[in-house]
């Protein structure tokens, strides 16, 4: 019937329009004869992406999606993790921007592609920035640091290699953790299993259940541990609870695998932050750790993070990342230079080091005063519940309890754009933006259940 | 703590006896105990007790892997401290001086960034929305119809690598068991991308060593015989390794069997602007399949034709018959991003959406890239001359004068391409490809030598 070449698809779909064009109506089969498939026509039954169906925004940065589509003007975001300043604007860190001014006057400086493991200084100072400057475990030449795409990069990274080289393929993540974590993991090629995390009652951690989740988890399973700040929780276990879930963990054989996303946003020391970290690899014990300098470093869009695995000794070290690589060539070939360069001008050098943990404090106690300034207007308000896990939380996110429907409300009635779990980014707020927040919360909690 | 440990350990003989049961190879992974409480607990799982102190890596199987083909020359580039030596392996620009090149453009575009003191925040999963409109521009032509009707899905995506790998995915989940068709040869890493990604492939023939050309009834054949549907991987322009592209004559056929078959095209479009020197010129293979209104998916790069390499940028474009189709295809690419890189980084897409989209910038790079394509073309005349002055073999050479774009299939064979890194200390790869953005008028001559030695002298 056509000309110029279609296949057996396009004639099966032009049989059938035929067949109805031929049964429903009184068409003149010189006409019906000449239908021809045109190769410019847009007709949808002839894509070969016809199955293909519209994704839902991701959960996470849809809710960033939704507020720009808003145009009321007393609408919040408190959705993505990203620092607002008290003006509730981005902030770009002075240490970055004297950074990137270093990096554009060096004429000396090249765009060619990096090792695959990306760039050298940058990895050996990341380690030192998470195990310590003086880790045992990076003297004895154990830990492979390779650059990745920020955290969740790392992630994969370090997934996709466990896949394909760890007997294990499981992974255990807390109950609740961060959206996007079961994706990576599945995706990557491991099956993911949760344990026992948050509390709803006490709005804490269900430290028992965890206990028995790990312990009950096949020996050798791999475990995700929020180094610190969790997401969306910001409920951390105590250091001396740290300590108990090590020694269950080494006594099962049971792999850490550490996300690291806020290292000294969280207390708004580096150290304090890492502490977690640090004692599993004192313990000589293996782990891996991905770092993202998104947050600490304000660096969301330069995509700059650092997966480390630390291993039993150098020489498995050294096999583990030439594995690494393969994983990482048919991924990207090798990682973006920018974001590295900036973190690696910061780090060597001690004024502009001290100058950022100086800016990283700021952050982190503009975010702890917000937390405060919340609690107390719900107070103020009378607002029924207990909220003192608001200023007990830790990090950017306060896991508020607040239902689906609860957030639903507040997103039509106040403007007020978040996920639906109840998380709030406290670092998206601002003194003046907490009384409608606050006015927000009251409303859902009295009136929305 | 560690010290404790230790003490503990020697204490009881038990203990190293079972730790030299795993060391046999016994079992691939058993359990630690580990204790700071001041006592061992062993845990018997059948075949092996443990103790942690001195217990063996879970990694301890891991192999060493090869070092990559490509990336891995520069490398043993580096090691060699012999003055001749010359690296020819890695497709990156070098001048004259074999000095790498940063583009002028870039430099003010960079400046031009950080005097606006623009923020760092998250860009959308799909990346820049300036980069990603300029950048479908730039490869269908600003007035082609499939983004007037608004038909194209266009994600940044990190470089070229990460643009395929991302439709790779795309193919594995939405047309499982189809197949990626790729030439014979091809870009090394292009195999990779797909059995990482879990995609059959199966290759085409492409080159022909006899003529040092295309073997054009070869392609058409092994294309014809494809199962339909198939996806053919096709490079854009400027072929990689060989050089040899497809005359225009030769894509319509190959738009028509390709039409024939069902076949979903799928470009790689790494050097637009770098083969010829004409941004447009090396679009028209892939502009000529829009225009017939097929479907199709183009990964593009910035690396060579902007020098940005180490900055990962890229895109990702799928042409659909509708603007709907383009959108749920773009939710989807969307969706594989995600859960690999969240979103793409900043900084590259600005230079190129700030090049592109600043007239007098976008002027200034059309010059810089005309002069770097002019220098390629310059050293493959002369690197021809000195092989034809030289080689008195009477050997054809003009093959070289042929081949587009920054890279030339020698014909040299593993053993050859071996003499002419362990003699000569002229590093390629060993599938006989040379990179002529690595290679000076000044060492013309001497490469010339290094090849007639290989060619005639090592089989």
């Known amino acids: ?449 | 703590m560690a010290s404790t440990m230790l003490s503990i350990a020697s204490a009881t003989p038990s203990a190293s006896l079972s730790m030299h049961e795993k060391l046999k190879g016994k079992v691939k992974l058993g359990s630690t105990t580990n204790s700071t409480a001041g006592f061992i607990k062993t845990k018997s799982f059948g075949r092996v007790s443990m103790v942690a102190a001195v217990n063996v890596s879970r990694f301890e199987g891991v192999t060493m892997a090869p070092p990559d083909p490509i990336l891995g020359v520069s490398e043993a580039f580096k090691a060699d401290t012999d003055e001749k030596k010359l690296n020819l392996g890695v497709g990156a620009y070098r001048t004259e001086e074999l000095q790498p090149y940063v583009l002028d453009v870039v430099k003010k575009a960079e400046n031009l960034m950080l005097e606006r003191g623009e923020n760092k925040e998250y860009l959308p999963i799909e990346g820049l929305a300036a980069f990603n409109k300029v950048t479908a521009e730039l490869l269908f032509g600003a007035d082609n119809s499939v983004l007037k009707e608004q038909r194209v899905a266009t994600v940044q995506g990190l470089s070229g690598t990460g643009s395929l790998r991302l439709a790779a995915a795309l193919i594995e989940r939405y047309f499982p068991g189809a197949k990626v068709l790729i030439s014979s040869p091809t870009w090394g890493n292009h195999k990779n991308i797909f059995n990482d990604a879990r995609v059959p492939w199966s290759e085409y023939r492409y080159y022909d060593p006899k003529t040092v050309g295309l073997d054009f009834e070869g392609m058409i054949a092994d294309i014809k015989a494809a199962p339909g549907g198939s996806f053919i991987l096709l490079h854009g322009c400027a072929h990689n390794p060989t050089g040899i592209d497809p005359t225009p004559e030769q894509w319509e056929k190959i738009a028509d069997v390709i039409q024939e078959k069902n076949h979903i095209p799928f470009f790689d479009v790494a050097y637009q602007g770098f083969a010829s020197g004409s941004l447009d010129n090396d679009a028209s293979s892939v502009r000529l399949f829009a225009t017939r209104g097929m479907e199709l998916l183009v990964a593009q790069s910035y690396s060579k034709n902007l020098g940005l390499y180490a900055e990962r940028i890229g895109a990702m474009n799928v042409v659909c018959s509708s603007s709907d189709l383009a959108a749920r295809v773009k939710s989807q690419l969307k969706r594989l991003a995600r859960p690999m890189y969240s979103n793409p980084p900043v900084h590259g897409a600005r230079i190129v959406a700030n090049v592109v989209g600043n007239p007098a910038l976008f002027d200034e790079w059309k010059a810089e890239m005309e002069m770097m394509a002019g220098r390629i073309k310059n050293v493959r005349q002369k690197l021809f001359d000195s092989l034809s002055a030289k080689d008195k073999s009477g050997k054809d050479w003009s093959f070289i004068l042929r081949q587009i774009g920054m890279f030339s299939f020698t014909g040299l064979n593993k053993a050859q391409s071996d003499n002419m890194t362990n003699k000569w200390h002229v590093y390629m790869t060993k599938d006989g490809r040379i990179s002529l953005a690595g290679l000076s008028l000044a060492k013309c001559e001497y490469l010339a030598d290094a090849i007639i030695d290989s060619y005639h002298n090592v089989s």
Request: glycine share 8%; aromatic share 8%.
């Open chain 1, 1 to 449: 019937m056509s000309s110029g070449g279609h296949g057996s698809a396009t004639d099966r779909r032009l049989n059938a329009l035929f067949r109805h064009l031929s049964s429903s109506a009184r068409m003149d089969p010189q006409q019906l004869n000449s239908i021809a498939a045109s190769p410019t026509s847009a007709n949808q039954n002839d894509s070969v992406f016809s199955h293909v169906v519209r994704a839902p925004e991701d959960p996470i940065l849809g809710v960033t999606v939704a507020y720009n589509k808003d145009p009321s003007p007393l609408k919040l975001n408190l959705g993505v993790g990203a620092y607002r300043t008290e003006e509730g604007k981005p902030l770009v860190l002075n240490v970055v921007r004297k950074a990137e001014q270093q990096l554009v006057n060096d004429r000396s400086r090249v765009k060619e592609y990096l090792p695959i493991v990306g760039l050298a200084e940058f990895n050996k100072l990341s380690a030192k920035l998470i195990l310590g400057a003086d880790s045992p475990a990076i003297r004895e030449n154990r830990v492979t640091t390779v650059q990745c795409l920020s955290g969740t990069g790392s992630l994969r990274v370090g997934a996709e290699f466990l896949a394909r080289h760890y007997h294990q393929r499981t992974i255990y993540i807390p109950q609740p953790t961060w959206g996007n974590h079961p994706k990576v993991f599945t995706l990557a090629g491991l099956s993911v299993k949760s344990y026992r995390y948050y509390d709803p009652a006490t709005r804490g951690l269900n430290f028992q259940g965890l206990l028995e989740d790990l312990g009950s988890a096949p020996a050798g399973a791999i475990v995700l541990l929020h180094a610190c700040a969790h997401n969306p929780t910001g409920v951390d276990p105590t250091l001396q609870q740290w300590e108990r879930i090590r020694q269950l963990m080494r006594s099962k054989g049971l792999l850490p695998f550490f996300d690291s996303a806020y290292q000294g946003f969280a207390s708004g020391s580096l150290d304090s932050d890492a502490q977690s970290v640090r004692m599993f690899v004192a313990d000589g014990g293996e782990c891996f750790i991905a770092q993202s300098y998104a947050k600490n470093l304000g660096l969301y869009g330069e995509r700059v993070g650092a997966l480390s695995i630390v291993c039993k000794t150098a020489d498995v070290a050294g096999r583990v990342e030439s594995q690494v690589k393969l994983v990482i060539r048919p991924m990207y070939s090798n990682p973006p230079i920018h974001g590295a360069s900036i973190v690696a001008a910061i780090l060597r050098d001690r004024d502009l080091f001290n100058e950022w943990t100086f800016e990283l404090k700021a952050m982190a106690d503009r975010i702890i005063s917000m937390r405060q300034k919340l609690f107390d207007a719900l107070r103020a308000r009378g607002t029924p519940g207990d909220w003192s896990h608001i200023i007990k939380q830790i990090g950017m996110f306060t896991f508020t309890g607040l239902n689906p429907q609860q957030v639903a409300f507040m997103t039509k009635d106040y403007h007020i754009y978040m996920t639906s779990d109840g998380r709030i980014s406290m670092a998206g707020l601002s003194s003046k933006t907490v009384p409608h927040l606050a006015d927000a919360i009251h409303a859902a909690v009295t009136l929305v259940s």
